[in-house]
C-alpha cells in the first residue's frame, strides 16, 4: 500500500472548507498535491483528512483592476498564471512560474501552495516578498489580511493557522522587476534565489539563506549598494550537500546584482 489510509473530502464552498479543517486537527488542505502527495509517500506526513479545494470558486481566478493590481485566487496553477493575459500585467509573475520543474508540476502545482508550503528552496516566497504581496486569510472570523514579511514565518510555517484557508494574493502594480537563480540542473529546486522589485524604492528578497526571505532595501540602486546591503545582512545559510554557507552567501550578492539589473532594465 503507498499510501495509509485517509478520509478525503472535497466541499464546494469556502464555508465548507473552513469548517471541515476546523473540526480536525489532523486534516490537511490538498492544493495541487505537489509536495503533500510526496511528503505522505515518504511517511514524512500523514494527515487524518484531506480537504480537496479544487471545487471552490472563490479559490480560483486572476483579476487585474483599473489600476494594475491583481488579485490571484490561490487555487491558480503555475500554467495559468504563465498563460493567463491578464497576470502579464506583472510578466516576471509567468517568467518565474515557467522556471518551476516540469510541465506536469506546473500543471497542477498551484500559487497557494507553493507559498503554503514555504519551503525555503521554492521560487515563489522571494518572488512575491520582493513584489510587496498581500495574502487574504479565510478563517471562521471572516477574512484578514497579511503582508508577504507577515506571511512567511518559518520553513514549512506561514501565517495560515488551523482551520484557515490562504484565499488570494494581491499583487500591486508594476513592472520594474527581476529573478535570478542558481538550481539543481535545469528545472530544479533553488540552491539560492534572488528577486528584486523597483516600485518607489527598490525591494530585494533573497530565498535558501534563510528560514524565510530575507528582505534588503537597499539605496542607492546601484551594484555596490546592492552587494554591501547583501553583505550587511548577515546572513548565514545552512551548508548541505548542494553547496556549503560560504558558496550560498557568494550567491546571494551575485545572484542579487543579477535580479537587480533584470528589473532596472525592466524598468527603461
Ligand atoms: C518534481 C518536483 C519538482 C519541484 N520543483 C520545484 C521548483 O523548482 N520550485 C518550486 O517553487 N517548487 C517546486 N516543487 C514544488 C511544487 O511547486 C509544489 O506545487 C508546491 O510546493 C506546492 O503546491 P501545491 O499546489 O502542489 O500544494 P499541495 O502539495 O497540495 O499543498 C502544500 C501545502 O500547502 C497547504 N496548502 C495548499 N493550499 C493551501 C491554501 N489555499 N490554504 C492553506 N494551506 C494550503 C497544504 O495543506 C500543504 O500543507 C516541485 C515539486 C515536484 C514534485
Known amino acids: 500500500m503507498l499510501l495509509r489510509e485517509v478520509a478525503y473530502a472535497r466541499p464546494a464552498s469556502l464555508g465548507e472548507a473552513v469548517e471541515l479543517l476546523a473540526a480536525n ?9 505537489q509536495t503533500l502527495v510526496n511528503v505522505m509517500k515518504a511517511r514524512a506526513g500523514s494527515p487524518d483528512a484531506l480537504i480537496d479545494l479544487s471545487r471552490i470558486e472563490e479559490l480560483k481566478g486572476i483579476d487585474l483592476a483599473g489600476d494594475g ?19 502579464r500585467a506583472r510578466p516576471i509573475l509567468g517568467e518565474v512560474c515557467a522556471q518551476i520543474a516540469d510541465l506536469q508540476v506546473r500543471n497542477r502545482g498551484t500559487i497557494g501552495g507553493n507559498i503554503c ?8 516566497p522571494p518572488l ?30 506561514t501565517a495560515v493557522g488551523t482551520g484557515e484557508l490562504l484565499t488570494k494574493i494581491r499583487i500591486p502594480a508594476g513592472r520594474a522587476d527581476g529573478f535570478a537563480a542558481v538550481t539543481l540542473g535545469v528545472e530544479g ?13 527598490l525591494r530585494i528578497a533573497l530565498g535558501c539563506v534563510d528560514a ?12 555596490a549598494a546592492v552587494v554591501a546591503s547583501v553583505a550587511a545582512a548577515n546572513i548565514d545559510p545552512p551548508s548541505d ?18 535580479a537587480v539589473a533584470q528589473a532596472a532594465k525592466n524598468r527603461s
Open 189 to 201: 529546486t533553488c540552491i539560492v534565489s534572488a528577486a528584486a522589485s523597483i516600485n518607489g524604492g
Open 69 to 87: 493590481t491583481l488579485e490571484i485566487g490561490a487555487m491558480t496553477t503555475y500554467t495559468e498564471l504563465v498563460q493567463s493575459s491578464e497576470a
Open 128 to 157: 512575491l516578498a520582493a513584489l510587496g504581496a498581500e495574502m487574504t486569510i479565510h478563517g471562521a472570523d471572516g477574512d484578514r489580511t497579511v503582508t508577504a514579511q507577515d506571511f512567511f514565518l518559518g520553513v514549512y510555517m
Open 212 to 223: 524565510v526571505p530575507v528582505v534588503l532595501e537597499p539605496e542607492p540602486e546601484d551594484e
Open 241 to 258: 550537500v548542494h553547496a556549503s554557507s560560504e558558496y550560498r552567501t557568494h550567491l546571494a550578492q551575485v545572484l542579487a546584482v543579477r
Open 117 to 124: 508550503t514555504n519551503d525555503p528552496t521554492n521560487h515563489l
Open 25 to 33: 486537527d489532523g486534516a490537511r488542505a490538498l492544493a495541487g498535491g
